[in-house]
């Protein structure tokens, strides 16, 4: 089993940027996905970002061209850096993990869908003020 440990939460203000940390240990060969998911209460978990083993990445409605994700596959760190945050960034930001099988092809259409990933972080909070 793999455990998923986020950081980098905070607060900033509109335009400000945070760069958000997920340490991953434990049976890693189910990192072949990992994705960045955000949630804030009472409505569904979103997809914000994903990277395959590989380096392929995905960006979910509205964040690409201001957040970047990146993986040091040495480290076991997930990483995703948001800039330009605005008020609607603002939810608890989730790492995720899976190993898909059956296999699926990689992309915005499988690899931001939360029903796709079975190992989760406990979350960490971001907020953004105007």
């Known amino acids: 089993q793999v455990q998923l440990v986020e950081s980098g939460g905070g607060s900033v203000q509109t335009g400000g940027s945070l760069r958000l940390s997920c340490r991953t240990s434990?049976?890693?060969?189910?990192?072949?996905?990992m994705a960045w998911f955000r949630q804030i209460p009472g409505k569904e978990r979103e997809g914000v970002a994903a990277?395959?083993?590989?380096?392929?990445?995905a960006f979910g409605v509205g964040v690409a061209g201001r957040f970047s994700i990146f993986r040091d596959h040495v480290a076991k760190i997930l990483y995703l850096h948001m800039g330009n945050l605005k008020p609607d960034d603002t939810a608890i930001y989730y790492c995720?993990?899976?190993?898909?099988?059956?296999?699926?092809?990689?992309?915005?259409?499988?690899?931001?869908?939360?029903?796709?990933?079975?190992?989760w972080g406990q979350g960490t909070q971001v907020t953004v003020s105007s």
């Open positions: 995720a993990s899976q190993f898909p099988r059956p296999p699926l092809p990689f992309g915005a259409t499988t690899a931001l869908l939360p029903s796709k990933y079975s190992n």
């Open positions: 434990g049976d890693t060969h189910t990192t072949y996905w």
């Open positions: 990277i395959d083993n590989g380096g392929s990445t």
